[in-house]
């Protein structure tokens, strides 16, 4: 079976633009989360998704919104890009949103913001 | 709020050797998970090992194992037998049982040497 996957896998933006990146969850999953990696540290998390509704948002600014299809798919859009949203853009599946549903990484989108 | 520390920003083995990477946490919960992912230079998130905290037995995973020391909140990761292959960041993360979001920390770039 196809692991997650994420397009594009880079992106180069400048300040002010905006971005829309995609994920495509494990088949049969329905929930997706959003993670951002910054080079060096661990990543940090974004949103999650279960059946199209939102279900949980980190500490980020109203710039990042994401929605999720109903083929489980999801979208993190990114408005009024600046220098500090470069990063490696993680995606990750789950099968629902059961406490013993481990998450599934997809290869990430690196975005650079000049 | 949930924190995850990891001490050792960058650690080296020899081949076939074992080694053991170190994490602690701070939550007030008592219903949680632990894991490990590793994240080699290709940059794709893998899940090594995820023990639950109601779980007294310390999870194994082939050559991996961990040391899961609830009181103290630390959760180690010992490689044994340590590979080439091995050779990446790995991150300790934690979910409580309420919400799926992962918290991890910072990581500890491994490094096994021929």
């Known amino acids: 079976d196809a692991g997650v996957t994420q397009s594009p896998t880079h992106l180069i933006k400048t300040r002010g633009q905006q971005v829309t990146l995609r994920c495509s969850p494990i088949?049969?999953?329905?929930?997706v989360s959003w993670y951002q990696q910054v080079l060096g540290q661990g990543p940090q998390f974004i949103f999650q998704y279960y059946e199209k509704e939102e279900r949980g948002r980190g500490n980020f600014p109203d710039r990042f919104s994401a929605r999720q299809f109903p083929n489980y798919s999801s979208e993190l859009n990114v408005n009024a890009l600046l220098l500090g949203d470069s990063a490696l853009y993680l995606c990750a599946s789950s099968p629902g949103w059961g406490s013993t549903d481990t998450q599934y990484f997809g290869p990430g989108t690196r975005l650079t913001v000049l | 709020a949930q924190t995850v520390t990891q001490s050792q920003p960058e650690m080296s083995v020899q081949e076939a050797e074992t080694v053991t990477l170190s994490c602690t946490y701070d939550t007030s919960e008592n219903n949680y998970y632990l894991f490990w992912y590793k994240q080699p230079p290709s940059r794709q998130m893998i899940l090594v090992i995820r023990q639950e905290a109601y779980k007294q037995q310390n999870a194994t995973e082939n050559r991996f194992s961990v040391n899961f020391q609830k009181a103290a909140k630390s959760f180690s990761l010992k490689i044994s037998d340590s590979q080439l292959g091995d050779t990446a960041m790995y991150f300790c993360a934690f979910r409580d049982s309420g919400t799926y979001k992962y918290i991890f920390g910072t990581g500890t770039r491994l490094k096994v040497l021929a």
């Open positions: 088949s049969g999953h329905k929930s």
